[in-house]
Every structure is written in C-alpha cells, then in structure tokens.
C-alpha cells in the first residue's frame, strides 16, 4: 500500500456542485495534514491544514477520520476558478512530508 | 519579498555540468525542504532541515545530489554530473517548523540537453 494515495480523476463537475475528495494514509503514527492546491505549471498553494475536530474555510471543509486514516476535502458551490490539481500531504512521525499525487479538478460552465 | 524566493528560475546546462540551485525561505522559517516534480508526475521529496541540519538525506536519488543549508537561511542544492532523468522543476519550501504549513516558491525549471 502507498504511503498516501489520491484518486487522480478527473472529477468533472458543473459550476456550482458540491465535490468531496479523500486521501487515504498508511502510517497511523501520521500527525499533520494539509491540502494543497496546484495549478498547472505552477508551485503548489496552501489550501487548509486539516485538524481532528474538522475545519471550516469558506466553501471548504476539511475532515480527519483517524479510525480509517484518510482525509476528506469538500469544495460547495464550486467555482470555474476551483479547477486545479489537489493535493494532501501527511506529515509522519519523523516530519518528512509526504504528498499524495493529486486529484484532479475541472469545473464547467 | 515576503515568500519563498528560488534561482535561477529557469536553467538550460549541457548532460555532464554542475548545476547548483538556491533557495531563500521566508525570513524565521526555521524548516526548509526540497523537492523535484517531473512533468505530469507528483512531488518528490528530496531532503529537509531543520536549522542547519538535515535530518533525514535518504530522499536525494543518488550520491551527485548533495544539499546545504547555512545561517539557518538560505540553503543550495547541488547536482554534480547532470544526467537527462534530472531534467525537472525543483521547488524548494519553507515552513516556521517542521510540523507547520510549507510554503512553496516559484521554482527552478532545469533542462539537461
């Protein structure tokens, strides 16, 4: 099993759906997570960190469900300006990050 | 600025050459990490420190990689002996520690003909 795993997609979706994205880990000793967003071409961007009760940042919200270990981001009322590559990255317990390889998002008129 | 800065954002060297890339992290950023990015591939982790010292430098793919980091600033990665396969986009981050949020800059685009 990969240490973080993402469903690549594409997820197509029409502006204004709602779209959840999870991010499975293998290592229960993780500790910090985030999502990320990537652009092509570009740097990757600090979306949220994602904290055990949940967190809430506008349109998102981000999950950690320690039980099954993954992480879950959902996008409401999406956006044209959504349509980037997602990433999660897990911190483990000797803090060398680890990114998933992205799930991609493509938002249509 | 205020973010990560990397240069030379774009490096074309011949198969064989040195090459040696620079990042300054966010002023009080104590973490500081590199990692390459293949096109249409993930990122891939190279190496971290932690102040000046690198913990953990088994991410380097090979014994030409070698990475330093100096001041508890700024930090280079060198390549020594380019080979095509290291054709890549190298991004280096920085975080104000090792269990926060990194932030990314722009970038070292490098192309080994």
């Known amino acids: 099993r990969k240490e973080v795993e993402q469903d690549p997609g594409p997820f197509n979706v029409p502006e204004g759906a709602t779209v959840a994205f999870n991010c499975t880990y293998s290592?229960?000793?993780?500790?910090?997570f985030f999502w990320y967003r990537q652009d092509c071409r570009k740097e990757p961007k600090l979306l949220m960190s994602?904290?055990?009760s949940g967190n809430e940042d506008g349109r998102f919200t981000a999950q950690l469900n320690r039980a099954s270990q993954y992480i879950s981001l959902l996008i409401r009322d999406s956006k044209l300006s959504d349509s980037a590559t997602y990433l999660c990255?897990?911190?483990?317990?000797?803090?060398?990050?680890?990114f998933g390889r992205g799930t991609s998002l493509i938002v249509h008129p | 600025g205020a973010g990560v800065s990397q240069s030379p954002s774009n490096k074309v060297t011949e198969k064989g050459k040195d090459v040696e890339l620079r990042c300054d992290p966010i002023s009080g950023h104590t973490a500081l990490y590199w990692y390459r990015q293949s096109l249409g591939q993930g990122l891939e982790f190279l190496i971290y420190?932690?102040?000046?010292?690198?913990?953990?430098k088994s991410g380097l793919p090979s014994d030409r990689f070698s990475a330093e980091r100096t001041g508890g600033s700024v930090s280079t990665l060198t390549i020594q002996r380019t080979q095509q396969e290291d054709s890549a986009v190298y991004l280096c981050?920085?975080?104000?520690?090792?269990?926060?949020?990194?932030?990314f800059g722009d970038g070292t685009r490098l192309s080994i003909l």
């Open positions: 981050a920085s975080s104000i520690d090792r269990d926060q949020p990194q932030h």
């Open positions: 290592n229960s000793a993780s500790q910090s």
């Open positions: 420190f932690q102040g000046n010292s690198a913990p953990d």
């Open positions: 990255v897990v911190l483990g317990g000797s803090y060398i990050p680890t």
């Open positions: 994602v904290y055990s």
